[in-house]
């Protein structure tokens, strides 16, 4: 009796254990909602869907990496606009009213105070942060790029390398050349005592790129990923990264090349004058050097072909606003496409891999009450008697 007893448990827990496991099983599949828990049950739907897990996870994280790129450009576009704005209200409001203001001490200087003032919000516009770096510092995302003298004559772009410890200083103070003013590229020791910055570091500055992938190109292929950096000297100048480095390319130990070379420093400072805040601080230099002379001839010429650059400086920086647009477009149209991209995938996968939901719910009642069956007979053959205590 003892033998028979002992070999019918056995032969019970086993099978118990074995419904309880097919009720399990189908709890999980109904949780996880896949129709395959190991690579043994179909080894090929289930490592297809690995595959289709993996396509959904990396699309997943570019259309997270997505919003944020997208705030930065954002940021980049609206710093843009501020300045093509700031630019054109200095063109109609001030340096044409700075013409018919010569004879009138107070009036010039209000008119003076307000271009100081529009070229002091373009430079803060430039040192524009999103969450903890600045937008306009091109690699460089920790140093505030820019800072204007009070006077507005020297413009300093600060800037750190990768791979060095300290920032490199650019000043650049804009001079009288004749009837002209021009900013010229200063050398030596900058404010901080330490040496300043040359053509070459701010070719090399300038250059930089912020490729990213974010669906959009092919990886192995850099030039045709999305470039996501704009450095301030690039908007000032209206020059962005590859014209930089298709005109002054750099050898392996950050000199100029190329027949373009020895005119870079030159051209890069006129665009820089040209350039929207440029232009804006010829009309601050100009009323001051009425100040001096009261020549209103030499004003009205000055003042007259200010406008005209004015009107060029406000294509330069209209240029670089649509580029921004165009750019935040693309990355919109990638993520409607990745969008696109995951629910494609979790409808392939579903189809794979995929538990139907009617299907797996009726398996679970029936293990349910298969399960349930199992301990109602346990509990009635499994009944003590005396013979089981008597050895």
Known sequence: MRVTNTSTYRNY???????HANLNKSLNKISSGRQYETAAESPLSYYRGKEIDDQYLDALGRVTLLTDVQARLEQQEKG????????????????????TAT?????????KSDLLQKAQTMVNDLRSQYQDFYVYGGNDVSTPPFSLSADGTKLTFSHKFPG??????????????????EFELLSGTGSDGKQLGDINKLVQAMSEHGYMDLGYGDIRSRDTLLDTFTGG???????????????????????????????????IMKRLTDGPLGTVLQGVAALDQYADDGDPDVLDDQLEKLIGDMTEAEHVISTVYSDLGNKYKTLENTEDRLNALTDSLKVQYKDIVGAD????????YNNQYAYNAALQVGSNLMQSSLFDFVR
Do not use: C
């Open 164 to 181: 060095e410890t300290d920032v490199t200083n650019f000043e650049m103070e804009l001079k009288k050349n004749g009837d002209n003013y």
């Open 233 to 267: 000297m690039n908007v000032l100048t209206g020059m962005n990264s590859d014209t930089i480095q298709s005109l002054y390319p750099l050898d392996n130990n950050g000199v100029i090349t190329g027949a373009n070379a020895a005119n870079a420093e030159k051209d």
């Open 13 to 19: 827990t086993s099978s118990i254990n074995s419904v």
């Open 103 to 111: 004879t009138d001490a107070t009036a010039r200087d209000t008119l």
């Open 80 to 99: 843009a606009y501020d300045i093509q704005q700031l630019l054109k209200q200095a063109k109609n409001d001030v340096v044409l009213k700075a013409r």
């Open 357 to 364: 939901p009617y299907e797996s719910i009726l398996e679970m």
